[in-house]
């Protein structure tokens, strides 16, 4: 893949990990409010609702 290396420094770090449990309280929050009742969930709700959420995100981010 031909990627560079990169150390990031611990402010980096700090950012990238909240930005990381944001992410995961919000799913959480998510599952709260709407949780699947199938058996045998593949957690396909959840990857639309993340897909949705990242398309909205970097839609406000530009705008």
Known sequence: MKLNHHLHSSYEKSIIERTMQY?????????????CRKKKCKLRHVKQWLNLFVKYYNKEIIA
């Open 23 to 35: 992410i995961k309280d919000r799913t959480e929050g998510f599952d709260d409010y709407f949780p």
